[in-house]
């Protein structure tokens, strides 16, 4: 079903950094808690990412990442999920990062 421009706006996509990686032994699958900085505008935020089949901890810290910023909060077994890490599966299914390939500011929004 096709969509107008007005409902891709609707989706605020911006870019984080990753400050803090924890385990996160309750999760289904194996994932990391993330803190992720989009900037002075929208601060910190928390996220659970199903990442562990290709990320180690040390390549997360400091990563740039794509990440949906107005879904509503949502509980992921003990902790709230404030935004949505964006990621594409490979042929196996384990998630691959999206990110910028380029420096861009913290907070910048996808367009």
């Known amino acids: 079903m096709p969509i107008t421009i007005d409902d891709f706006n609707k989706v ?7 400050v803090e990686v924890e385990d996160f032994p309750e999760a289904r699958k194996p ?11 929208l ?3 928390r996220s659970s990412a199903q990442l562990k089949p290709l ?8 990563r740039r990442v794509l990440a949906v910023v107005n879904f509503a909060p949502r509980q992921i077994g003990p902790m709230m999920s404030e935004v949505l890490t ?18 861009v500011p913290l907070g910048a929004r996808l367009f």
């Not at 599966?89 to 910028?100: E, S, Y």
């Open 12 to 18: 605020d996509i911006r870019v984080g950094r990753i």
């Open 31 to 41: 994932a990391w808690k993330l803190t992720i900085d989009f900037g002075p505008e």
């Open 43 to 45: 601060g910190r935020k």
């Open 55 to 62: 990320y180690a901890r040390d390549e997360l810290m400091g």
């Open 86 to 103: 964006l990621g594409v599966p490979n042929a196996d299914g384990a998630v691959v990062l999206i990110q910028p390939d380029r420096e």
